[in-house]
């Protein structure tokens, strides 16, 4: 295999790769073997048609187009690896010469590369200080949130509704005296001040009394999901079952015994603010490394090939369905009821795919210009940190993570270190 670089222009590669006429002539025999079972020609029994036979029937060319399929993946990684070259998409071929009769497979390819990388300044690089410091009114408002879990919801019956209760209703939803799609629930359960309904309805209900019909005027805001409702003025008819409150435990000993491991109060808010402190600490962390990185992005140029980052739009859209379905919800039901197009979707993607693709190419390039490189022992402590996350045998996370993909992460992570480590916090 010869491979002749002819032009690279606008981050596409444009290159010939020329195969010799005995290694399409392999490829030719292994297409047929593949194939013949396909072929019925008089007098033989399918399958059983030698090869000449079956060319002189259906033609001299009948294999090429599977001939080159075979041999087309192995030949172009070498040439990419020959011209020292790095694709970023799927390559445009065109057959210039065909092959057969002794002569040379000849098949032009053009590629888009992975584009240059102008790092600017990335060392010294001057962000504030972040700092998060924990509270003592964060302590109760975490301590607020274990005793709410673990409130009591009792009937009320001798008052009002009041912020912070739990209603049960019936609603029906009218515009212009007509109900409209979505407007309509029965026995459901609202937390007045929650703000899952829209502005005016929650607040529609406070100083009403459990067994009352109430109508609440409402105005939908302008910025709706659905376009027949946006702006749009309604009337909600609803109807109030019961009221509950929640009663939340003690702030004691048995509360501290009943909720964690420890027996005082004391020891459980202790552990609370230590928790936090770490909560804290790792947020601390992450934000001064965002900061730093996001500084090394600005001062960095690249001409992003549009298909990087259809791709990183592809891959979100991809995760993005996927917590979709954890949640019981198709994309196609999601998208139905924000009555939304996926070409609406991805272009709400474009701007931090951009980014993304932008960041993961700059970290890279530094990282190959400080040579930073994993070791074998923290390529080892990672496989063995993630069979101890998911459970599962470091044999069995080998098989599933490949080895590049491990290195590539840890590179990434120790370049962000070396960019924190150079930087001017103040």
Known sequence: MAATLEKI?????????????????????????????????????????????????????????????????????????????EPVDKPEIDIEQLGGDGKNLVIKVSVTLKPEVKLGKYKGIEIKKVEYNVTEEDVENEV??????????????????????????????????????????????????????IPGFEDGLIGKNAGDEVTVNVTFPDDYHAEELKGAKAVFEVKIHSIKEKQLPAPDDEFAKDVSEFDTFEEFKNDIK??????AQRNQKAETENNVVNAVVENTTIDIPA??????????????????RQQGLTLEKYLEILNMKIEDLKAQF??????????????????????????????????????????LSVD???????????????VIRKTVELLVSNAAIK
């Open 144 to 197: 607020k949130l274990y005793r709410e879990r673990n409130a009591r919801l009792v009937t009320i019956d001798d008052r009002p509704v009041r912020k912070g209760d739990i209603v049960t209703i019936d609603y029906v939803g009218k515009k212009d005296g007509e109900e409209f799609a979505g407007g309509k629930g029965e026995n459901y359960e609202l937390t007045i001040g929650s703000g899952q309904f």
């Open 396 to 410: 069995k996370i080998k098989k599933i993570v490949h080895e590049d993909e491990i290195k590539k992460d840890i």
């Open 350 to 391: 474009k701007d931090e795919a951009e980014r993304q693709v932008k960041t993961s190419l700059t970290l890279e390039q530094i990282g190959k210009q400080e040579n930073i490189a994993a070791t074998d022992d923290e390529v080892e402590k990672e496989y063995n940190n993630m069979a101890d996350l998911y459970k």
């Open 9 to 85: 222009s606008d981050n596409v590669a444009h290159f010939s790769i020329e195969v010799e006429s005995s290694k399409f002539e392999e490829g030719i025999n292994k297409a047929y073997l593949k194939n013949a079972q396909k072929f019925a020609v008089p007098g033989f029994r399918k399958g059983k048609a030698p090869r000449k036979i079956i060319e002189k029937f259906y033609g001299e060319g009948i294999f090429y187009e599977d001939a080159i399929n075979i041999i087309l993946p192995e030949e172009y990684d070498n040439a990419v690896k020959q011209l020292n070259i």
């Open 307 to 324: 298909c990087m980052i259809d791709a990183r739009i592809d891959s979100m859209l991809s995760d993005y369905e996927m917590r979709l």
């Open 274 to 279: 230590e928790k936090l402190t770490e909560r």
